[in-house]
């Protein structure tokens, strides 16, 4: 049977020919679309990479006082070059941990908004992040440098859920001490405030302890406990008790030890 000329299965190995030849065009035009985003995108070495894999979000604020902190900005600018490129040549089929990582690298360079769009990915793609004290720690930085605050209290409280012993737990009490005493829930800052204080095994990125101690006798001063907070003005450094208005001029102070 012929139609128009042409038999029937002479056109279908012509269809079939085009399509392969259609098919192989696309596989060309991927592969040199794989091709120009590695060319646009550095690889990291082996070496690099095991360099970034003790690199997270517990470093934000104490990357930067190492002695080789510009090295560490350059290897975290490479690595976000990257893992962009990766994900661009992924086209949607990315690990939600690249996402993760993505967050961390962002976050150490203070770059908050593509931290958050990073983080935000890995929340929508990981079912159980929830688990990851990492991430939780890095999107509460996060949410704490755009003063949003209730996002910022939820996710440091849930770090403090899944891991009471958290390398930056003492940062995290600090942080919420001062979130709770802007929004006014007094009774909470004193009390996270206080759990800072007494933690001796982590450092903090503020490092002051008598940084800790005013806001803890300014907590005090704000609930009209006077005795206690002029106690513990007294014993902090930075001259804070000049700011202090003893407020029973009647009443002896308690004398400066």
Not at 33 to 39: G, M, R, S, V
Not at 82 to 110: T, W, Y
Not at 207 to 231: D, P, R, T
């Amino acid at each position: 049977m012929k139609s128009c000329g042409v038999s029937l299965p002479a056109a279908a190995s012509a269809a079939t020919r085009s399509i392969g030849v259609a098919g192989n065009d696309d596989e060309k035009m991927a592969s040199a679309k794989a091709t120009e985003i590695e060319k646009d995108f550095p690889k990291l070495t082996a070496q690099e990479k095991d360099c970034l894999a003790g690199i997270d979000s517990t470093l934000f604020g104490f990357h930067g006082l190492q002695e080789d902190g510009a090295r560490t900005k350059a290897l975290l600018l490479k690595a976000v070059s990257c893992f962009e490129g990766h994900i661009l040549k992924a086209e949607g089929k990315v690990d939600p941990g690249v996402f993760c990582q993505l967050g961390h690298f962002n976050l150490l360079l203070e770059d908050y908004q593509k931290a958050l769009s990073a983080y935000q990915r890995y929340f929508s793609l990981q079912s159980d992040y929830w688990k990851n004290a990492a991430f939780l720690y890095g999107l509460g930085m996060v949410y704490f440098h755009y003063n949003a605050f209730q996002w910022a209290i939820k996710a440091f409280q849930e770090v403090l859920y899944i891991d009471p012993s958290f390398s930056r737990a003492k940062e995290i009490h600090l942080r919420l001490g001062l979130m709770f005493k802007v929004i006014t829930d007094y009774e909470s800052s004193l009390k996270v405030c206080m759990m800072a204080g007494f933690d001796k095994g982590n450092t903090i990125t503020v490092n002051h302890h008598h940084c800790i101690q005013f806001h803890i006798a300014h907590l005090y001063e704000i609930q009209v406990s006077w005795w206690f907070a002029y106690n513990i003005y007294i014993r902090t450094e930075n001259n804070y008790i000049s700011n202090f208005i003893w407020p029973y001029p009647s009443v002896q102070r308690i004398p400066e030890c």
